[in-house]
């Protein structure tokens, strides 16, 4: 999810959070690292990674997180809010119908609700949600239609035309979402001739009394201010735990949730202490300034880790991954042509050799924009293209073709005027990022193209102004790909290099409305081998998701999907 998330729905990654656990496959195909993916501890999350690590915990206790990335929005519905970093801390506070478990199904909120939500009728598509009667949020005031009724309004592009939502599919084709039976009831149905398969992927609340606190939720107006006053620091929560104190850029401290409804929370005090420098991350978790990682890993830290005295380790890929993605707003960049010849230029493997291979063995490219290797309909149509294939004089042919020429070096657009470098975008502190883009620019210079290797502090700010030429990130993603829409399609919320095809468009739209998931995955499929052809995203592989704790904590378990390790907070504990 920028690794988004809106937890069951596409999220960005700062760091990699949401992964399929034993997912992926392949190999490296140069690297000889042969180390562990898991420590002895972790070895049963290699079979069992929805119960590894369980155990009886006593009541009381703290566990302090290493969080890489700074928070820029608490808002995780909103375009620049919805990130993996601060998914894993807004888990916590922020209820959800459905959430993604290790293995990658989806599991539904027994705390929240009183029974499984399931379609009652698909003309016109309707289904149902029954909140437990004692579902508070921490000001004690009741949990009802009335917090689903705000997601939608700010979500569904036509109540709040200036909210800035990461995805409005699905909520554009809700035509009502009722309450009933004191609005613990909630029925939500769809306009006439909608279908949206992925309807379990819908809805994160927030408190609707508190937005109606800040203007009128039946205007534009009076949504936009909620909107936007949900940026701010929650001084409300709906989970096991509250924000007792955040200090910007130090830490946020979450402390029990005394109105919280389910079984109470074993730890008393969960602290998410905010280190970029990743550099660090090693010598605070060895002093136990931390007991916790969720750490981008790289080849040091994974070594580092893996020879800590008692502390587990796991790594674990899966829907993660990470991606090069062209800006079609710059005038060069809008060139079809020079886009095809500079992702035939990339060559995949040596960035994968010479970054995440040399200590995760199963890293290998990636052909498909919406399905991982080992999902049911995965197709390879990346290769086809010879993209990220690192053929150089097939891209030099593709641009002469074009009417380009190469030379003294350096490439001559079709107006005789040479093309001027591209920014290179990527988080600052990623290692990994920052030499898969000094390895994209030793690759690129063969074919008369500079970049510019420029770090950003904010992925998401980057992202939704569109300041950037070339950016690497990752997306965090679900078995619900009906939600990629956004990615992909003309004005998607999360489209943020801008890319438009109508033929595209269509497919998306029909694969957002289609309920067989077969003939789901196969409209994504034709939407993708046409976006290949149109080279605005370039896959890259899957990424190893990476978590280490001190074995003292039980419960805690990595979970490579874009509800983060965080999904089971109220679980965790210290040994008994």
């Known amino acids: 999810m920028r690794t988004r998330t809106t937890r069951l729905r596409g999220l960005v990654a700062f760091a990699a959070v949401s992964v399929l656990a034993l997912s992926a496959c392949g190999t490296s195909g140069g690297s000889d690292n042969e180390g562990p993916e898991s420590s002895p501890g972790f070895a049963e999350c290699e079979q069992k990674p929805n119960d590894c690590n369980t155990g009886a915990v006593k009541d009381g206790g703290s566990l302090t997180i290493m969080s890489e990335k700074s928070i820029q929005d608490w808002n995780v519905i909103s375009a620049d809010g919805n990130t993996a970093d601060t998914t894993l801390i807004t ?146 929560s709906g989970g096991p735990f509250k924000i007792e104190k955040y200090e910007t850029d130090v830490s946020v401290v979450l402390v029990r949730n005394e109105k919280w409804y389910g079984k109470k929370a074993p730890l008393e005090k969960v602290t998410f202490r905010i280190i970029t420098d990743q550099a660090q991350h090693i010598p605070a978790l060895r002093n136990q300034e931390v007991q916790m990682l969720t750490s981008q890993p790289s080849p040091d830290l994974v070594q580092q880790v893996s020879s800590l005295p008692g502390v587990n380790f796991n790594l674990a890929a899966g829907q993660t991954w990470e991606h090069f993605d062209l800006n079609t707003t710059n005038k060069y960049l809008a060139d079809k042509e020079l886009r095809r010849a500079i992702f035939t230029a990339v060559n995949r493997q040596e960035i994968i050799d010479k970054t995440v291979g040399s200590f995760y063995k199963k890293a290998a490219p990636l052909n498909n924009h919406n399905l991982m290797p080992g999902n049911q309909g995965y197709k390879d149509y990346i290769t086809p293209t010879n993209q990220g294939a690192g053929k ?98 003309t004005g998607g919320g999360s489209n943020y290099g801008k890319y438009s095809n109508p033929e595209v468009d269509k497919l998306l739209d029909a694969a957002a409305r289609e309920l067989d998931k077969t003939k789901q995955r196969d409209l994504f499929n034709q939407a993708g081998e046409l976006m290949a052809k149109d080279a605005y995203v370039l896959p890259l592989f899957q990424k190893p998701a990476m978590i280490a704790v001190y074995s003292q904590f039980l419960n805690v378990r990595n979970n490579p999907n874009n509800s983060g390790t965080t999904y089971n907070i109220q679980e965790w504990g210290e040994k008994a």
């Open 91 to 236: 888990n916590a506070l922020i209820p959800q119908p459905f959430f993604s478990k290790p293995n990658g199904d989806i599991g539904w909120n027994e705390n929240l609700l009183v029974e499984e939500p399931k379609l009652l009728k698909n003309d016109p598509q309707t289904w149902q949600y029954k909140i437990k009667p004692e579902a508070v949020w921490s000001d004690g005031t009741q949990i009802t239609a009335k917090d689903f009724q705000y997601h939608w309004k700010v979500a569904n592009g036509t109540d709040c035309p200036d909210c800035d939502p990461a995805s409005d599919t699905g909520y554009k084709s809700i035509e009502k979402i009722e309450g009933t039976d004191n609005d613990k009831t909630v029925t939500v149905t769809l306009k006439a001739g909608e279908l949206y398969s992925d309807w379990q992927s819908l809805f994160q609340l927030f408190p609707s009394h508190i937005a109606a606190q800040q203007g009128d939720l039946n205007t534009p107006a009076g949504l936009k201010k909620a909107f936007d006053f949900f940026r701010g620091t929650p001084t409300w």
């Open 392 to 489: 150089t004089e097939d891209a030099k042919k593709i641009l002469t073709d074009a009417g380009y020429k190469i030379e003294g070096g350096k490439l001559i657009g079709k107006d005789g005027a040479p093309v001027p470098p591209f920014r290179f975008k990527y988080t600052t502190g990623n290692t990994l990022r920052q030499q898969s883009g000094e390895l994209l620019q030793a690759q690129l210079k063969q074919i008369g193209i500079d970049i510019s290797i420029e770090p950003i502090t904010s992925l998401g700010g980057t992202l939704n102004n569109g300041d950037f030429d070339i950016i690497i990130y990752a997306w965090v993603g679900s078995q619900f790909i009906g939600d990629n829409v956004a990615l992909w399609r």
